[in-house]
């Protein structure tokens, strides 16, 4: 049988290669994007995974999204719950649009999907949810309250809809990925990556997209069936749990 696959925030960074990891393992992928159109574009040309533009931190434009993308692609067997973004800042320098616009992006997003996908994986009996937190929604990051809290929040949510679903044939995991060399670490000022970050990765690397694609594909598969509520980490050693 073959699955589909709705990946948020699916035609750049890890998402992208999330995306091409499940078509590479027969899965019918469908991606959503919030705003780069021209990246969608050239994503959707280069893979021909179609892509779907909508707010994930706004309920109804869930809701109206993935009717869209059930009604175009099919019924969504596996929700992988990944856009992010960051608003950097020490705490006493952050502003309240600055927490609430990545607590909306990175946590409530997992809510507004999940919550719109999850009566159909409950009917069919058969899902895979998996949600991608990170290495500093565990441990906390010097500027990073608002996604340290997200990233965090993202865990809980995990373990209490893995426990919710788990007699329905749904698992729901978690993903910790340390740092991966995309466009949102390449944005963390040099000075700080190279002396506040790098030398504590024991890998002596940053992480490659691919390899949280293959993560994400061994949780999504249906062999994966008894692995359910856990966070895997994926952080060159960088933080261990
Ligand atoms: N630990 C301890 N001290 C740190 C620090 C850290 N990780 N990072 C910065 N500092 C220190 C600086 O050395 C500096 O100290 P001095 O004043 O003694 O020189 C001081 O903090 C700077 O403080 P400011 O109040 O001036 O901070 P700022 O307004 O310049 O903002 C920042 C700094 C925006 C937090 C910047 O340091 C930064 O971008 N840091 C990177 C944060 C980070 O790792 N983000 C991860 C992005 S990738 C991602 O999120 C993906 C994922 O899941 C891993």
Known sequence: M????????????????????LKDMGVTVAANYGGNDEAAKAFTEETGIPAFKFDV????????????????VGSIDILVNNAGITRDKPLHKMDSDQWQAVIDTNL????????????????????????ISSINGQKGQFGQSNYSAAKAGL??????VALETASKGITC???????????????????????????????????EPEEIGRCVAFLASDE?????????TANGGQYMV
């Not at 409530?108 to 949600?131: H, P, Q, Y």
């Not at 865990?155 to 209490?160: E, M, P, V, Y």
């Not at 978690?174 to 790098?198: Q, R």
């Not at 994966?224 to 895997?232: E, N, P, Q, R, V």
């Open 108 to 131: 409530t997003s997992a809510f507004n999907m999940t919550r719109n996908i999850i009566d159909g994986m409950r009917e069919r009996g058969f899902g895979r949810i998996i949600n």
């Open 224 to 232: 994966a069936g008894y692995i359910t509520g856990s966070t895997l």
């Open 155 to 160: 865990i809980g949510f995990t373990k209490a």
């Open 57 to 72: 931190g706004d309920f109804e434009a869930c809701k109206a999204g993935i009717e869209q993308v059930e009604a175009e």
């Open 173 to 207: 995991n978690a993903i910790a990925p340390g740092y991966v060399a995309t466009e949102m670490v390449k944005a963390v000022p040099e000075d700080v990556l190279n002396s506040k970050i790098l030398p504590y990765i024991p890998a002596g690397r940053l992480g």
């Open 2 to 21: 073959t699955r589909i696959a709705l990946v948020t925030g699916g035609t750049r960074g890890i998402g992208h290669a999330i995306s091409i990891a």
